[in-house]
């Protein structure tokens, strides 16, 4: 089950009391107070693990708390520090406060690391007061307590390619086509009810990774058909394939490509931004050919390539795995894609 969001409570572990003692030794006639430190609380650290894929786990363990300090003692014993709590998250997790407000890490690299509750610092024994005119101090420090947050998680998927489009454009197709995903695919919209990834390989030993959007609508940007949560994961992608059905949308799909590219542009600015391929698919089943020279014209109006595809015979699958992959090799050595 892929859940990309979740809230956590997490708990710093308290300090350790600093210890109030005097030394009692037979051979040591004026003794003196040895009261040791208390021990540092543990804190809560959420890691990047690229092993996780989904913040499912969170949802049944919402709450984390870190071992507390122990106590000093006496003969300048400090108390042992309590034990961190490692949370593991997936790579792409971004962490905000309670009221989702500000972004407090962005874990987009394997095994990066944000302290979300720093333990309590441990108290200081009476040996730290003792002086000239006070040689029996019976004072000593309490421990802090560790600090306590709510966060929201969010999962932003990291990946290459994005595709989007509206429901049952051939997104879930072609990832199956040139990937080893396989997510669930019919003849009726809303197939796609979760993001999946997958891994195209794109010969020479290199790869790069694909991410199926379930289907955008109108108002997506508003979370019409949960659109906003969908858009989220497209902002990572340094790619769109933008697939379009020419039989779609009433068999005229230029509206549609103008809903889609008004929803990434409202959603956020920088999503129009990004470098788009028109991807027509379907091809196998195209009986008009003035549809597909609409969308072509459309295209050319936004300055954007078109390809053709159709995922049912391989038409057009091996130009589109190797015009993606030169397009990011063009971005990789910072040259500028339209």
């Known amino acids: 089950m892929f859940v990309?969001?979740?809230?956590?409570?997490?708990?710093?572990?308290?300090?350790?009391?600093?210890?109030?003692?005097?030394?009692?030794?037979?051979f040591v006639p004026r003794g003196g107070p040895d009261g040791g430190d208390g021990g540092n609380g543990g804190a809560v650290v959420l890691i990047a693990d690229?092993?996780?894929?989904?913040?499912?786990?969170?949802?049944?363990?919402?709450?984390?708390?870190?071992?507390?300090?122990r106590h000093g003692e006496g003969s300048l014993r400090t108390g042992r520090s309590g034990e961190d709590v490692e949370v593991r998250v997936p790579v792409g997790t971004?962490?905000?406060?309670?009221?989702?407000?500000?972004?407090?890490?962005?874990?987009?690299?394997p095994g990066e690391r944000f302290v979300a509750a720093r333990g309590g610092s441990g108290g200081r024994g009476n040996t730290h007061f003792k002086s000239a005119v006070n040689q029996a101090p019976t004072r000593s420090d309490p421990g802090r307590p560790g600090?306590?947050?709510?966060?929201?998680?969010?999962?932003?998927?990291?990946?290459?390619?994005?595709?989007?489009?509206?429901?049952?454009?051939?997104k879930s197709t072609l990832i199956s086509r040139i990937s080893a995903a396989r997510p669930k695919i019919a003849d009726y919209p809303f197939t796609t009810l979760a993001p999946h990834l997958g891994v195209v390989d794109r010969g020479g030993f290199r790869s790069f990774v694909v991410a199926d959007i379930p289907g955008l609508i109108d108002g997506a940007h508003h979370g019409a058909g949960l659109g906003d949560r969908f858009l989220r994961h497209v902002e990572r992608c340094r790619?769109?394939?933008?697939?379009?059905?020419?039989?779609?949308?009433?068999?005229?799909?230029?509206?549609?490509?103008?809903?889609?590219e008004r929803e990434l542009r409202l959603y956020d600015v920088t999503l129009a931004s990004k470098p788009r391929v028109i991807v027509v698919t379907k091809v196998d089943a195209l009986q008009d050919p003035d549809a597909e020279a609409r969308i072509v014209d459309a295209a050319a109006a936004r300055n954007?390539?078109?390809?053709?595809?159709?995922s049912v015979t391989g038409e057009g699958i091996d130009r589109l795995i190797r015009t993606v992959s030169e397009l990011l090799d063009a971005m990789a050595a910072g040259a500028a894609v339209e």
């Open 4 to 26: 990309d969001e979740a809230t956590i409570t997490v708990i710093g572990g308290a300090g350790g009391n600093g210890c109030v003692s005097f030394r009692r030794e037979k």
């Open 50 to 69: 690229p092993d996780v894929n989904t913040l499912l786990a969170l949802r049944y363990q919402p709450i984390f708390r870190a071992e507390r300090g």
């Open 94 to 109: 971004v962490v905000h406060d309670r009221d989702g407000v500000s972004i407090l890490a962005d874990l987009d690299a």
């Open 147 to 170: 600090e306590e947050h709510v966060l929201r998680l969010e999962l932003r998927l990291l990946a290459d390619v994005g595709l989007v489009g509206f429901p049952n454009a051939g």
């Open 239 to 260: 790619l769109l394939l933008h697939l379009v059905d020419p039989l779609g949308v009433e068999h005229d799909p230029v509206p549609g490509i103008d809903v889609i």
């Open 304 to 310: 954007l390539r078109v390809l053709r595809v159709s």
